[in-house]
């Protein structure tokens, strides 16, 4: 698949009624705001622009649309059961030792009572222990930095779910 033409799953991501392509964004990102604001720029002509209009999007979220995208994030190391997106995403936790699991648990639950919600990482191709040091790394930030890290992973994780949606349109 290159990024610099249209592809097949791209065109027909393009196609797709209103009510489908939304449905399709939101199983990427929980953020109705970045699914109205990619909804309104279609057609995309390559999947590099697809990918610009996130980050665009990304970028002009209210902290509220990033409450409501990180809403759709299981916390690290326990993606719902039935969510094959995060299971896969979550991979390095999978094999963790029962003690980094625990570790991370309680990691988790201290970073949530200090910023008010999940911990969000961009976690496809992490190992346990990075997402356990980048969560200790992380929690003495302040809620500024932090909103604006956990916009950037958002981003990481969005543009993954995108290219994976139309990837996923071309085997279809």
């Known amino acids: 698949m290159t990024s610099s033409s249209s592809t097949p799953g791209l065109a027909r991501f393009n196609a797709l009624e209103e009510y489908a392509a939304a449905a399709a964004l939101h199983e990427a990102c929980a953020s109705s705001a970045w699914g ?21 999007v990304m970028a002009e979220l ?14 690290i190391g326990r993606p719902k059961p039935g969510d094959p997106t995060s299971s896969r995403e979550q991979r390095g936790m999978a094999g963790a030792s029962e003690e980094l699991k625990e570790e991370m648990l309680e990691l988790n ?5 200090r910023f008010g919600h999940v911990f969000l990482i961009c976690a496809t191709g992490r190992t346990g222990e990075q997402m356990r040091d980048a969560v200790k790394e992380r929690i003495g930030n302040s809620p500024e ?3 604006e890290i956990v916009r950037a992973e958002l981003g990481k994780i969005n543009r993954i779910r995108l290219a994976n949606l139309v990837q996923q349109e071309d085997e279809a």
């Open 62 to 75: 209210t902290t509220a649309d990033l409450a409501e995208a990180m809403a759709g994030h299981p916390p």
């Open 36 to 56: 109205r604001g990619l909804l309104a720029r279609r057609p995309f002509a390559s999947l590099a622009d697809l990918l610009a209009a996130s980050d665009a």
């Open 145 to 147: 930095q932090e909103r």
């Open 109 to 113: 639950l201290a970073y949530q009572e």
